[in-house]
């Protein structure tokens, strides 16, 4: 075995081991919150925890921030200019297509010439 393949085994089992290593700690961060939520063990419960987190915005709420977002869009969208995206298809015009068609007929006419020689 390579002396470059087995340090690179041991940076991730080293890796792996600190990954563990919080993952465990996580959960044993949680198993003490339950506890502290249960109580102190003799059979009653502890006061339910504050509710902390997302909070609930009534539909007419929710109605003034899409209109708030729509206008901030079009503010953005008035000041940009337009401009070709990457994949925006283009245009050319019909001399350049005869130019090219030509050299393409011009292509495949050696082409042939070569096969039947």
Request: hydrophobic share 40%; charged share 25%; aromatic share 6%.
């Amino acid at each position: 075995m390579p002396m470059g393949r087995r340090t690179a085994d041991t940076y991730f089992l080293e890796a792996a081991l600190i990954g563990f290593q919080q993952m465990k700690w996580n959960v044993e961060q949680k198993i003490a919150d339950i506890r502290r939520q249960l109580g102190s063990g003799d059979g009653t419960l502890a006061a339910a925890p504050i509710q902390t987190g997302r909070r609930t915005v009534s539909p007419a709420g929710r109605r003034r921030m899409a209109a708030a977002q729509r206008k901030r869009w079009a503010a953005v969208k008035a000041k940009s200019e337009p401009s070709k995206a990457v994949g925006a298809k283009r245009t050319m015009s019909p001399a350049a297509r005869k130019k090219i068609a030509t050299a393409q007929r011009k292509t495949w006419a050696l082409a042939k010439a070569k096969q039947v020689s």
